[in-house]
Antibody, heavy 121, light 108 residues
Framework: QLQLQESGPGLVKPSETLSLTCTVS??????????WGWIRQPPGKGLEWIGS???????YYNPSLKSRVTISVDTSKNQFSLKLSSVTAADTTVYYC?????????????WGQGTLVTVSS | DIQMTQSPSSLSASVGDRVTITCRAS??????LNWYQRKPGKAPKLLIY???SLQSGVPSRFSGSGSGTDFTFTISSLQPEDFATYYC??????????FGPGTKVDIK
């Protein structure tokens, strides 16, 4: 059974870079047909897709966050990572990683449990 | 980008009730519409993909329909474990996948 688990600091200072890692177990991150994505829930809003990566390193990002986001993959560790620069309080929320089916319809399943990141000095 | 709206934003229902949630896209997305359930502290769960296809392992009381801009999600007979927040998501535009704001289903 495929499982995803987010990890990383729960507290980040304003203007610094948020870094999270998603570890995939029970399957290979190099499986064809799947991207691997990051999603968050801004306070008081619906879920927000941040960006996705293929095992070969191909990425695409939410245009509203693109200037601050970098997603990378490490196939040897079966992990992918998120970096979000110049964070503010508005970036405080729960961050999820998920597998994205890219063959069609682009659904996300399964998801990790999520990790809360607080931006505060 | 494609905006997604949901109605209602919340609803109260009793066990056994039929529950219907509507999702609307700001432009046509064909059948590129997926539905998720999220419970507090738990990972979101895919219920319906491609507007009407039931994800493996998901109970048949959940269903989805629609195409183009208007979509419906239905729970035919609400169960205690179904109290959660439900989100639609368009998978049409790779310029930005977007989710609806969610519909919270709680106990009446």
């Amino acid at each position: 059974q495929l499982q995803l688990q987010e990890s990383g600091p729960g507290l980040v200072k304003p203007s610094e870079t948020l870094s999270l890692t998603c570890t995939v177990s029970g399957g290979s991150i190099s499986s064809s047909g799947y991207y691997w994505g990051w999603i968050r829930q801004p306070p008081g809003k619906g879920l927000e897709w941040i960006g996705s990566i293929y095992y070969n390193g191909n990425t695409y990002y939410n245009p509203s966050l693109k200037s601050r986001v970098t997603i990378s993959v490490d196939t040897s560790k079966n992990q992918f990572s998120l970096k979000l620069s110049s964070v503010t309080a508005a970036d405080t929320t729960v961050y999820y990683c998920a597998r994205q089916w890219s063959g069609s319809f682009n659904w996300f399943d399964p998801w990790g449990q999520g990790t809360l990141v607080t931006v505060s000095s | 980008d494609i905006q997604m709206t949901q109605s209602p934003s919340s609803l109260s229902a009793s066990v056994g009730d039929r529950v219907t949630i509507t999702c609307r896209a700001s432009q046509s997305i064909g059948s590129y519409l997926n539905w998720y359930q999220r419970k507090p502290g738990k990972a979101p769960k895919l219920l319906i993909y491609a507007a009407s296809s039931l994800q493996s392992g998901v109970p048949s009381r959940f269903s989805g329909s629609g195409s183009g801009t208007d979509f419906t999600f239905t729970i035919s007979s609400l169960q205690p474990e179904d109290f959660a927040t439900y989100y639609c998501q368009q998978g049409f535009s790779t310029w930005g996948f977007t989710f609806g704001p969610g519909t919270k289903v709680d106990i009446k």
